[in-house]
């Protein structure tokens, strides 16, 4: 749902391109975390849940701030296939949210100390790129219209 690639083609030209930069960068942010996160919840560390917790208001928030067009505003309009995305976002962000708050209260384990392989830190790095690549071209995209 990237802006400029084939579900989000809105147009967000008029809105300021540091406010746009910063909101591309929270989200590509926020949607990296979620995948590292699968790892995370697997190996069962306790702040993992909470980090999901906070993901799934974060999600949430930013779907049905868009959803009831409160951020970003557009000149044209939600795409169908965006629209159907965000909602079923939210539906899904919902039991998100109570399942890691469920899981927070009913633990009972301290965490152990996490090590990570080299190759671990190459994904990272790989990711930052790819991360760094998906800001700039949203942000262009958000901005010129296409």
Not at 20 to 45: D, P, W
């Amino acid at each position: 749902m990237i802006p400029g690639g084939f579900i989000e083609s809105r147009d967000f030209s008029h809105i300021n391109s540091m406010i746009l930069a910063i909101f591309n960068i929270f989200l590509t942010i926020l949607g990296l975390i979620s995948l590292f996160l699968v790892y995370f919840i697997n190996k069962n560390f306790k702040w993992s849940f909470k980090a999901a917790y906070l993901c799934g208001i974060s999600y949430f928030t930013v779907y049905i701030i868009d959803l009831f067009k409160i951020f970003p505003k557009s000149p044209t309009p939600m795409p169908e296939l965006l629209y159907i995305l965000e909602i079923v976002g939210c539906v899904i962000s919902i039991p998100l949210i109570f399942y890691s708050m469920k899981i927070i209260k009913e633990w009972k384990n301290d965490d152990s100390k996490m090590t990570f392989s080299k190759g671990f830190y190459g994904l990272i790095a790989i990711a930052v790129i790819i991360g760094l690549c998906i800001i700039i071209f949203a942000t262009n995209a958000a901005m010129t219209g296409k």
